[in-house]
C-alpha cells in the first residue's frame, strides 16, 4: 500500500534562508508521480512541482527544487530564498502510475518563515 | 489561465439535510477528483472520474455519490449529513495522459461545508 511520510510537523527559516522539507514514501509501483502542494492560511491548495519515479533529473521550478533519492524513496523540497510568502502549510503527494486515480497526502509541514 | 471552479464557497446546513457541491474543471481536463479535508487534516481522496465514468473510489461514505456529467462539471451528493462532515471539499482536474501519474492536479478554492 502506498504511503507518505512528512516527519516536520512544523519548521522555522530566516527570511532569505533556503528551508528543506522532509517526505519519505511507500509504493510497490515502479510507476509513480510525487506533488508538492502549498496550502497557505486562506486555504486554497497551489500546485509546487512534481517529480515522476522514471526522471532522471531532480525537478526544479523557481525557488523550489526537489531533492529526488529514488533508493531512499524520499523527495524533499527545497526552498531557496524564504520569503515571509513563504508561511503555509506543505503537503506531499503521490500518486502510482498503471492508470491509478487515487492521490494521497502527507499529514503536512507547518512552515514558518521569520522576518 | 482558467482555474478550477468550485461552488459554493461556504455552506451552511444542518444535521440530517442534504447538500451539493458544484466542481467546473479546467477547460480540456477529462479527470475530476474529490477530497475532503478536516481542520488540521491532510486531503482524503474519496472519489475521481475520468472521461464520465467513476475512475477510482477511496473513503467515500455510502451517504455520499459524486457523478460527472457530459460537460465535463462534476457534482458531489452528499445526505444525511453528519457532524463529522464538517470539513473543506476541495475538487480538481487533470488531464490524463498515457503517462498518467505526470499531470498535477490542481485543485479549486474548495468549499468550506459547516453542519450546525
Known amino acids: 500500500a502506498q504511503k507518505i511520510t512528512q516527519t516536520q510537523p512544523g519548521m522555522f527559516v530566516q527570511e532569505k534562508e533556503a528551508v528543506t522539507l522532509d517526505c519519505t514514501y511507500d509504493?510497490?509501483?515502479?510507476?509513480?508521480?510525487l506533488f508538492w502542494y502549498k496550502q497557505p492560511s486562506s486555504g486554497e491548495m497551489i500546485f509546487l512541482i512534481y517529480?515522476?519515479?522514471?526522471?532522471?533529473q531532480n525537478a526544479t521550478e523557481g525557488r523550489y527544487s526537489l531533492n529526488f533519492q529514488k533508493a531512499r524513496k524520499s523527495a524533499n523540497l527545497v526552498i531557496s530564498a524564504s520569503q515571509l510568502g513563504d508561511s503555509a502549510m506543505y503537503f506531499c503527494?503521490?500518486?502510482?502510475?498503471?492508470?491509478?486515480?487515487?492521490?494521497?497526502f502527507g499529514a503536512g509541514t507547518r512552515l514558518f518563515v521569520k522576518a | 489561465a482558467a482555474g478550477v471552479i468550485q461552488s459554493p464557497r461556504h455552506l451552511i446546513k444542518e444535521k440530517r439535510e442534504t447538500a451539493t457541491l458544484k466542481c467546473y474543471p479546467i477547460?480540456?481536463?477529462?479527470?475530476v477528483y474529490w477530497y475532503q479535508q478536516g481542520p488540521g487534516q491532510d486531503p482524503q481522496f474519496l472519489i475521481s472520474?475520468?472521461?464520465?465514468?467513476?475512475?477510482d473510489k477511496g473513503s467515500i461514505p455510502d451517504r455520499f455519490s459524486a457523478q460527472q456529467f457530459s460537460d465535463y462539471h462534476s457534482e458531489l451528493n452528499m445526505s444525511s449529513l453528519e457532524l463529522g462532515d464538517s470539513a473543506l471539499y476541495f475538487c480538481?482536474?487533470?488531464?490524463?495522459?498515457?503517462?498518467?501519474?505526470?499531470?498535477?492536479?490542481?485543485f479549486g478554492d474548495g468549499t468550506r461545508l459547516s453542519i450546525l
Open positions: 509504493t510497490s509501483d515502479p510507476s509513480y508521480g
Open positions: 503527494a503521490m500518486r502510482e502510475g498503471g492508470g491509478g486515480f487515487k492521490t494521497i
Open positions: 477547460p480540456r481536463h477529462d479527470t
Open positions: 517529480q515522476g519515479s522514471y526522471d532522471q
Open positions: 480538481a482536474s487533470s488531464l490524463r495522459t498515457a503517462k498518467d501519474s505526470n499531470q498535477p492536479q490542481h
Open positions: 472520474f475520468y472521461e464520465k465514468m467513476q475512475s
